[in-house]
């Protein structure tokens, strides 16, 4: 879902972009709220972006899709709840979602996650996802805690 066309080259390129890496956790949404209200104060494009790396669960592919469609219209809407003026555009990425945020960190003003999301293991103070983004992202990073 997209309040702009994902594939504008005006978007992409010329405007300012804040990516936010969004899986549903409670931290992700925290790290939302900051995004859309970096994004509000600096007047970019938000980004939301979920991730879903196959394998790692027996469910259809249909069922991951709706899953993650889900996820993206919740994270949207939650937005435009914070912050009502900003542009968003979103995607969904059928690989791992470290490599689908720094991919999308590209050209980015910004790169915002989660210190940690619904994997791994509870006293870890930086998840999988935000250790390697702070250790490859193309732009710089926040990390929500």
């Known amino acids: ?14 405007r300012h972009r804040i990516v936010v890496g969004v899986d549903g956790s409670e931290i992700a949404m925290s790290a939302l709220d900051w995004a859309a209200a970096e994004a ?23 069922e991951v899709q709706m899953s993650m ?4 219209e919740e994270a949207v809407a939650r937005a435009a709840e914070v912050a009502p003026r900003v542009t ?3 995607g969904m990425h059928e690989e791992s979602p470290a490599e689908a945020l720094i991919e999308a960190s590209d050209g980015a003003d910004l790169l915002v996650v989660g210190s940690r999301g619904l994997g791994g293991f509870r006293g870890l103070l930086l998840g999988s996802v935000s250790q390697k ?13």
């Open 69 to 72: 469609g889900r996820r993206v």
């Open 88 to 90: 968003t555009t979103s």
């Open 1 to 14: 879902m997209s309040t702009e066309p994902a594939g504008n080259a005006e978007s992409a390129g010329s």
């Open 40 to 62: 509000d104060r600096t007047g970019a494009v938000l980004e939301i972006h979920t991730a879903y790396e196959p394998g790692h669960e027996f469910i259809t592919h249909d």
């Open 133 to 145: 983004c702070c250790l490859h992202a193309r732009c710089p990073l926040v990390i929500i805690r």
